[in-house]
């Protein structure tokens, strides 16, 4: 409760002051524009990247999981854990491409939907349709939303309702969690 009145407060600082280092694209103004961000998310996607289709899921014993993933990503997929904020190098990426699971290469995000939410974790306000699944944890007593990978079952992070609008969503997301893919190399 501490940190969500921490975080009201700097979302209130960048309302006044302006966040150095906004979102490189100009944020969207409409749902359409939304709508449209969803709908042509691959156009952020190189021609021949490997990626994932969200069925069938993927199942994985947990030993398996340990033996393909960083100590890192094991602790925040399998194990609900929360990376430092400020840990991940992808809060400063603002190259055009798509952010996929680093559990099992499903499409997330497109770096037209993240932004600088000022958290140290990067931030999005919207989603690819279909990539996630939510569930309630009341790890902080409150209840809060979490989301998880659609195929792999993976946790990524929270979702929030501080974002910037139209959507007012705020994708809270562990870094280590995704693996960046360019448009371009
Ligand atoms: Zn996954």
Same mark, same amino acid.
Request: aromatic share 10%; glycine share 8%; proline share 8%.
């Given at each position: 409760?501490?940190?969500?009145?921490?975080?009201?407060?700097?979302?209130?600082?960048?309302?006044?002051?302006?966040?150095?280092?906004?979102?490189?694209?100009?944020?969207?103004?409409?749902?359409?524009?939304?709508?449209?961000?969803?709908?042509?998310?691959?156009?952020?996607?190189?021609?021949?990247?490997?990626?994932?289709?969200?069925? *069938?899921?993927?199942?994985?014993?947990?030993?398996?999981?340990?033996?393909?993933?960083?100590?890192?990503?094991?602790?925040?997929?399998?194990?609900?854990?929360?990376?430092?904020?400020?840990?991940?190098?992808?809060?400063?990426?603002?190259?055009?491409?798509?952010?996929?699971?680093?559990?099992?290469?499903?499409?997330?995000? %497109?770096?037209?939907?993240?932004?600088?939410?000022?958290?140290?974790? *990067?931030?999005?306000?919207?989603?690819? *349709?279909?990539?996630?699944?939510?569930?309630?944890?009341?790890?902080?007593?409150?209840?809060? %939303?979490?989301?998880?990978?659609?195929?792999?079952?993976?946790?990524?992070?929270?979702?929030?309702?501080?974002?910037?609008?139209?959507?007012?969503?705020?994708?809270?997301?562990?870094?280590?969690?995704?693996?960046?893919? *360019?448009?371009?190399?």
């Amino acid at each position: 409760m501490v940190r969500r009145t921490f975080l009201k407060g700097l979302s209130l600082g960048s309302l006044l002051f302006g966040l150095p280092g906004q979102a490189s694209s100009a944020a969207p103004a409409s749902s359409k524009e939304i709508e449209d961000l969803q709908k042509n998310w691959k156009l952020l996607l190189p021609e021949k990247a490997d990626v994932a289709a969200p069925t *069938p899921a993927l199942q994985r014993s947990k030993a398996e999981w340990r033996k393909l993933l960083s100590p890192a990503a094991y602790d925040v997929l399998r194990e609900e854990g929360t990376e430092r904020p400020g840990s991940s190098a992808l809060n400063a990426e603002k190259r055009a491409g798509v952010f996929v699971c680093a559990g099992c290469s499903l499409p997330l995000f %497109t770096s037209a939907m993240k932004y600088e939410s000022g958290t140290g974790w *990067p931030s999005f306000f919207t989603a690819i *349709p279909g990539a996630f699944a939510m569930s309630k944890d009341f790890k902080l007593l409150l209840p809060r %939303t979490e989301y998880h990978c659609a195929k792999c079952g993976g946790h990524h992070g929270h979702l929030f309702d501080d974002g910037p609008p139209p959507t007012r969503q705020r994708w809270c997301n562990n870094g280590v969690a995704l693996r960046f893919i *360019p448009k371009t190399a």
